[in-house]
């Protein structure tokens, strides 16, 4: 979920401030893969049987797995076919969807604020109202941490959501049919994409949108030469990719980009952003027509006005039960909880698999508050690092349970581990058969599809 918008706590609604109810309220707020997870899980155990009443909150209206949002920008992936809605989900699987944008929190009478939502005409689709919450779940996930650098919100597109996905999708597909239409050559840097930020997001851009921009000119587009005109340049301050992931990671994701012919530029500090394109600290600037920034992350700004206690990156500090330090009715998960590693004063790292983990354990913690149990710590399993470059390779290290050290992987087998971390997170959305079905749909129906997205 994006960042929330901070103000003044709503009015409660007579309808939200009915009689309480007896059975118990357990309200998520972030349907991300954390918050989807538990808010189906919760339904189908505790929702089903009657024995709470769950509720998920969320500012957007359909749900789409954040580590495929590179393959929607690139246009490789059909939305459509991978998005799921709320009101569905919630149907199927007793809970209560409920849209709108958590604005704060008042922790005395245990109910949430949501901010009025509008449509594009400036309408209004629902009015401030307020929910009311017996055990409280935050996973409201991440926002993308500028730095405070010049022209990154005016001029660069983060990749948080699907529509800011999409609108790099759409910038691009319309660069290239510009540069195909125009009267004059091909201006230098006209078609150039700079991608600011080589974490997994931003290295796994720069091997999607190499394959997906030659199969968009391969559609008719032949005033443009893909080996003359587009260039990919990925910038990262660290002194080497995939700064966060093993040193042997990192050399053959380089390897294989810099094949590939993308520009790989590590120990690369950005101090501008211009229409024109990247300034480096030092003096050299880089012509590019479309600037994508996945440098950082931090908490997102509403997290700073809940009175709980903040951490590093405007992360919420929870316990090892992930319990919020100051109220223990209110849990957070993901990328908004700043939750202890297991190295010595370290923490996650934004992960899809620590989310997913995350997510099981609360499921559990909120059975055993309700049965009056003591909850346990949270342990993460690490299970390795997986980064998919494309159609052409996937490097990665598993954590090998036998042995007890990290096992470097690549290529085929890679690629199929890295698949099964969406399937595993859509059985936990579906169950196994319905996930087997949707993916036999999916490989028959690409069959007489575009490989990339034309519009």
Known sequence: MADGVMGQAAPA???????????????????????????????????????????????????????????????????????????????????????????????????????????????????????????????????????????????????????????????????????????????????????????????????????????????????????????????????????ALPERLSEAATKLLEGLGVVVIAGGRVSAVTPEGVQLADGRFLESELVVWSAGVKGAPVLTSLGLEMARMQQLAVLPTLQTTQDPDIFAIGDCAACPGPGPGGFLPPRAQAAHQQATHVRNQIIRRLKGQPLKPFKYRDFGSLVSLGHYSTVGSLMGVLVGKSLMVEGYFARLMYRSLYKMHQRALHGSFKTAMATLARMLSQRTEPRVKLH
């Open 13 to 243: 609604t007579a309808a939200d401030l009915s009689s309480p109810s007896d059975v118990h309220r357990i309200v998520v707020v972030g349907g991300g893969a954390g918050g989807l997870e538990l808010a189906t899980r919760l339904g189908d155990s505790l929702g089903r049987r009657g024995q709470a009443r769950v509720t998920l909150v969320d500012r957007a209206r359909s749900h789409l797995w954040k580590p495929l949002l590179h393959e929607v920008a690139a246009g490789s992936l059909d939305v459509d076919d991978h998005e799921l809605d709320y009101l569905a989900q919630a149907h199927w699987h007793h809970f209560t969807y409920r849209f709108g944008e958590m604005i704060g929190i008042d922790r005395d009478r245990k109910l949430i604020s949501l901010a009025p939502t509008f449509d594009e005409d400036g309408r209004q689709i629902t009015p401030a109202r307020d929910e009311h919450y017996d055990t409280l779940v935050l996973a409201i996930g991440s926002t993308t941490n500028d730095f405070n650098t010049p022209g990154v919100r005016d001029h660069a597109i983060p990749l948080e959501t699907t529509e800011q996905a999409r609108r790099f999708n759409r910038r691009l597909l319309n660069a290239c049919i510009r540069a195909q239409t125009q009267a004059g050559p091909i201006r230098p840097g006209q078609l150039h994409v700079a991608i600011i930020g080589a974490g997994a997001t931003g290295t796994e851009l720069s091997a999607e949108l190499h394959r997906a921009t030659r199969q968009l000119v391969a559609y008719g587009l032949d005033r443009i030469d893909p080996e003359r005109d587009l260039r990919i340049t990925l910038i990262e301050a660290a002194p080497r990719i995939l700064p």
